[in-house]
């Protein structure tokens, strides 16, 4: 019983593990959408009326920190748009880290497309990360009177659309934020030519391109939890771009504990260590399914439920058709529960398999109906010849669950026994008199 205990442990240990999954979700939140005033300068490059600026957030549990954005060999980073993305091509920056905040206030610096992993500006005297706007209660420091109008000069200032669509305007919410405790050690491969120093990629404005691929890129740092540290939301990318944007994310995360998890958008290969998260790849595809872990077909990483998808109730049971105790009703495999002549795990094969016995010696006389029992079960057997009797129930994987002496007797035995305390299901009853042993199944429904 060990090893059937082990695997049911093993189980419920999974479905407890993804209900403790550190990333909790993925936030896509539409920033700003541009407008024709926007759309008239020309020292950042060409920005096209209604293109939308997205922010992408990391929902982790409270506690546990980003530190890696990536793609590998076996998990690719990718993001792209159905139009090419937009960078700012005077002050634009791959990394979010390296904006200065007084640029922020030029042009279209504002709406420049970057990865990041939290941090949105720096300066000598405070430094910002990303932080839902409609979180941000502390104003804002671009877009309107906080922007210079770009080329046109625009009296009123760019980034002033207050297009509903896109939530809260950037005039009264920059989505930026103060923290004391800020990452250190950043790192990145694969973005940046370590030749050049140029960024061809859709981050950099060298070359216009609609998609980023790679299977050896990322961005790290020490760790970093939300300004929230209760929400914890880290941001980790903003786009700008006129179409639909898509992407696969992969993100390291220091959990709770302080050890590290990757958890990855595709599970075509999944490492030791690796976690999938379909959240992690957008437009996100939402999968139902049962949520009853009785049932095969229980899924439990879903996003919502389908009771009627819940159909084939787990038989746990032997599969094997060459073993003693094959059950033809298992549709759940336990290995361990399989008995052979000669090889039992260490259970007792005579009552594990009854059946196997009747070749083996003359049975004792007894009858026991009926079979299906609703309630209760009769035994009847003619005289022992004054030998003391008992009995025996057993469950199907040899474990007994109860004994009963009846006594000795001369005379023919009838015993009504109550099977009320039994779940339904498929039973072993044993007899024994003397040095005779005999058994048989019947089924409680």
Same mark, same amino acid.
């Given at each position: 019983m060990k090893k059937i205990s082990g695997i049911l442990f093993f189980v419920f240990m999974c479905g407890a593990f993804q209900l403790s999954a550190q990333v909790e979700n993925v936030i896509v939140e539409k920033y700003y959408i541009s407008d024709l005033n926007d759309a008239t300068d020309t020292i950042g490059g060409g920005l096209p009326d209604r293109s939308t600026t997205y922010r992408?957030?990391?929902?982790?549990?409270?506690?546990?920190?980003?530190?890696?954005?990536?793609?590998?060999?076996?998990?690719?980073?990718?993001?792209?748009?159905? @139009?090419?993305?937009?960078?700012? @091509?005077?002050?634009?920056?791959?990394?979010?880290?390296d904006f200065s905040k007084v640029r922020l206030g030029e042009n279209t610096v504002a709406l420049d497309s970057w990865l990041t992993l939290g941090?949105?500006?720096?300066?000598?005297?405070?430094?910002?990360?990303?932080?839902?706007?409609?979180?941000?209660?502390?104003?804002?420091?671009?877009?309107?009177?906080?922007?210079?109008?770009?080329?046109?000069?625009?009296?009123?200032?760019? *980034?002033?659309?207050?297009?509903?669509?896109?939530?809260?305007?950037?005039?009264?919410?920059?989505?930026?934020?103060?923290?004391?405790?800020?990452?250190?050690?950043?790192?990145d491969y694969g973005i940046i030519d370590i030749t050049s120093g140029v960024d061809s990629t859709i981050f950099g404005s060298a070359k216009s391109r609609n998609e980023f691929i790679s299977n050896d890129a990322g961005l790290q740092n020490s760790g970093?939890?939300?300004?929230?540290?209760?929400?914890? *939301?880290?941001?980790?990318?903003?786009?700008?771009?006129?179409?639909?944007?898509?992407?696969?994310?992969?993100?390291?995360?220091?959990?709770?504990?302080?050890?590290?998890?990757?958890?990855?958008?595709?599970?075509?290969?999944?490492?030791?260590?690796?976690v999938l998260n379909r959240s992690l790849k957008y437009p996100f595809a939402q999968v139902c399914g049962c949520p009853d872990p009785r049932y095969l077909e229980y899924i439990g990483d879903r996003d919502c439920d389908a009771l009627d998808s819940c159909r084939n109730l787990i038989v746990f049971?032997?599969?094997?058709?060459?073993?003693?105790?094959?059950?033809?009703?298992?549709?759940?495999? *336990? @290995?361990?529960?399989?008995?052979?002549?000669?090889?039992?795990?260490?259970?007792?094969?005579?009552?594990?398999?009854?059946?196997?016995?009747?070749?083996m010696h003359r049975s004792l006389p007894f009858n026991l109906f009926p079979s299906p029992a609703k309630n209760q079960i009769t035994f009847q057997s003619p005289s022992f010849g004054g030998a003391a009797i008992s009995y025996s129930l057993y469950n199907m994987t040899g474990e007994i669950i109860f004994r009963q002496n009846i006594g000795s007797s001369y005379s023919p035995v009838e015993v009504n026994i109550d099977l009320?305390?039994?779940?339904?299901?498929?039973?072993i009853f044993q007899v024994e008199s003397g040095s005779l042993t005999d058994r048989t199944v019947f089924i409680k429904e």
């Amino acid at each position: 019983m060990k090893k059937i205990s082990g695997i049911l442990f093993f189980v419920f240990m999974c479905g407890a593990f993804q209900l403790s999954a550190q990333v909790e979700n993925v936030i896509v939140e539409k920033y700003y959408i541009s407008d024709l005033n926007d759309a008239t300068d020309t020292i950042g490059g060409g920005l096209p009326d209604r293109s939308t600026t997205y922010r992408i957030y990391i929902d982790l549990i409270a506690g546990s920190k980003l530190t890696k954005i990536y793609g590998d060999i076996n998990h690719a980073l990718k993001i792209s748009s159905t @139009e090419v993305f937009f960078n700012n @091509e005077a002050d634009g920056q791959t990394f979010a880290k390296d904006f200065s905040k007084v640029r922020l206030g030029e042009n279209t610096v504002a709406l420049d497309s970057w990865l990041t992993l939290g941090q949105t500006t720096r300066n000598a005297a405070k430094t910002y990360f990303g932080i839902l706007k409609s979180d941000d209660t502390d104003g804002s420091i671009i877009g309107g009177a906080n922007n210079d109008g770009g080329s046109a000069a625009i009296a009123d200032g760019l *980034l002033a659309n207050n297009d509903p669509a896109a939530g809260i305007p950037l005039t009264n919410a920059d989505g930026m934020d103060t923290m004391s405790v800020l990452p250190t050690n950043w790192a990145d491969y694969g973005i940046i030519d370590i030749t050049s120093g140029v960024d061809s990629t859709i981050f950099g404005s060298a070359k216009s391109r609609n998609e980023f691929i790679s299977n050896d890129a990322g961005l790290q740092n020490s760790g970093v939890t939300g300004v929230n540290p209760d929400s914890n *939301l880290v941001l980790i990318a903003q786009l700008t771009t006129k179409g639909e944007i898509s992407f696969e994310l992969n993100v390291v995360v220091i959990d709770t504990s302080g050890n590290t998890v990757n958890y990855v958008a595709n599970d075509s290969i999944l490492l030791s260590g690796e976690v999938l998260n379909r959240s992690l790849k957008y437009p996100f595809a939402q999968v139902c399914g049962c949520p009853d872990p009785r049932y095969l077909e229980y899924i439990g990483d879903r996003d919502c439920d389908a009771l009627d998808s819940c159909r084939n109730l787990i038989v746990f049971g032997c599969m094997d058709t060459m073993a003693c105790n094959y059950n033809p009703d298992a549709n759940f495999n *336990l @290995e361990s529960l399989c008995c052979y002549p000669g090889y039992c795990n260490d259970r007792d094969i005579s009552v594990v398999c009854p059946g196997l016995i009747y070749k083996m010696h003359r049975s004792l006389p007894f009858n026991l109906f009926p079979s299906p029992a609703k309630n209760q079960i009769t035994f009847q057997s003619p005289s022992f010849g004054g030998a003391a009797i008992s009995y025996s129930l057993y469950n199907m994987t040899g474990e007994i669950i109860f004994r009963q002496n009846i006594g000795s007797s001369y005379s023919p035995v009838e015993v009504n026994i109550d099977l009320s305390f039994l779940n339904a299901g498929i039973y072993i009853f044993q007899v024994e008199s003397g040095s005779l042993t005999d058994r048989t199944v019947f089924i409680k429904e």
